[in-house]
């Protein structure tokens, strides 16, 4: 039975990904000492003896025009990635790349300009990784989508049939140039649009239909496509997508952030939750391990699991919590990858 895990977690780099791809497990050989205040731990790796490989890759997120022009632009950001190994890079149609600088409505079809796009996925592909594309967003001066695209002003959402033609434009695009781009989640952070807790059921049906519409469409130009939106995983959106019909998702997708501001949590408290949060229970009502059951129970597939996007916290518009790039940060991160791999074998 194939196990499949994709993790995201932005360190350094915006983001990180893994897929069901091979990860080596290291053995002892270079001491160091990882000092945590009354509890100094002894490292040792040897990166030279693997004993043994898992189904665990790696990836990262291009969040905004900055880094993706300077991943395609600078030779060095490109060869960083090949070295580690990335197999899943995720972008955001919305955020600065927009191919298409028009959508007829009417028409439901794009002035599209597929350029840039282009030398980005051609980027991507040159370090032996693949893109993941996030098409569409709510924001807060309403859906992040083309310009002239209409807004339904029953549900805020975009019309599932324009959106559909607006996705499929990216898909038959790809088609034709011959690069093979597989996976798309459809719309960043719905929860943003239907709510955490409570959940708007409401709301939840009008992406429910959205997403059918939309998925559908892009599956029917291509068969092979692996489309999932990343909060399919909280308990009541699970149970009622199941009791209702939604459309087939084709992995388990999540964001991990283990705290909401900087200072909220002490050290310890953090490197608890790189093992717990997400992996049992609490958020999400069901734990990541126990969604994927649920949904194999319900569907008869055990899908991969994509952790998306993920941060020590969430903490962005006055910089990130600095302990992410210190010593913490890097054991929060080990733990973090850790937990996958062990719910992932179960």
């Not at 980027?123 to 893109?131: D, K, R, S, V």
């Not at 909280?234 to 149970?239: E, M, Q, S, Y």
């Not at 302990?323 to 913490?328: E, F, V």
Request: charged content about 20%; glycine content about 8%.
């Amino acid at each position: 039975m194939n196990r499949k895990v994709i993790v995201l977690l932005a360190t350094v780099f915006a983001g990180l990904l893994v897929l069901g791809e091979a990860y080596q497990i290291l053995t002892p050989a270079m001491p160091g000492v990882l000092s945590i205040p009354g509890s100094p731990i002894l490292v040792t790796v040897d990166p030279k003896n693997p004993i043994g490989l898992n189904n665990l890759s790696l990836g990262f997120t291009l969040d905004s025009s900055y880094e993706w022009n300077g991943y395609v632009s600078r030779p060095i950001r490109r060869e960083l990635a090949r070295d580690a190994g990335f197999k899943l890079v995720r972008i955001f149609d919305y955020k600065n790349l927009r191919p298409c600088s028009y959508w007829d409505e009417p028409m439901r079809t794009g002035v599209c300009n597929w350029a840039s796009i282009d030398g980005l996925v051609n980027a991507i592909f040159e370090t032996g990784a693949e893109p993941m594309i996030c098409l569409g967003a709510s924001g807060s001066g309403g859906p992040q989508i083309p310009s002239g695209m209409a807004v339904n002003p029953g549900t805020n959402l975009p019309y599932p049939e324009s959106f559909a033609a607006y996705a499929v434009e990216w898909v038959e695009h790809f088609k034709s140039t011959g690069l093979q781009v597989t996976y798309y989640e459809i719309w960043n952070e719905p929860w943003t649009y239907f709510g955490w807790d409570p959940v708007d059921f409401a709301k939840l049906a009008n992406y429910m239909q959205f997403f059918d519409v939309v998925v559908t469409s892009m599956r029917r130009e291509n068969p092979s496509l692996s489309i999932s939106f990343d909060f399919i995983g909280r308990k009541p959106v699970l149970d009622y997508w199941l009791a209702n019909g939604g459309a087939d998702v084709d992995s388990i997708d999540f964001h991990k952030y283990d705290s909401d501001a900087i200072g909220q949590w002490t050290d310890a408290e953090m490197l608890l939750r790189a093992e717990t949060y997400y992996f049992e229970t609490w958020p999400l009502g069901y734990s990541i391990q126990e969604a994927r059951r649920v949904w194999l129970n319900a569907r008869g597939k055990l899908l991969p699991i994509i952790n998306s996007e993920g941060n020590f916290n969430s903490a962005w518009k006055n910089g990130t919590d600095p302990r992410i790039q210190q010593m913490i940060g890097a054991v929060w991160t080990a733990l973090t990858v850790d937990a996958n791999l062990s719910f992932s074998s179960r």
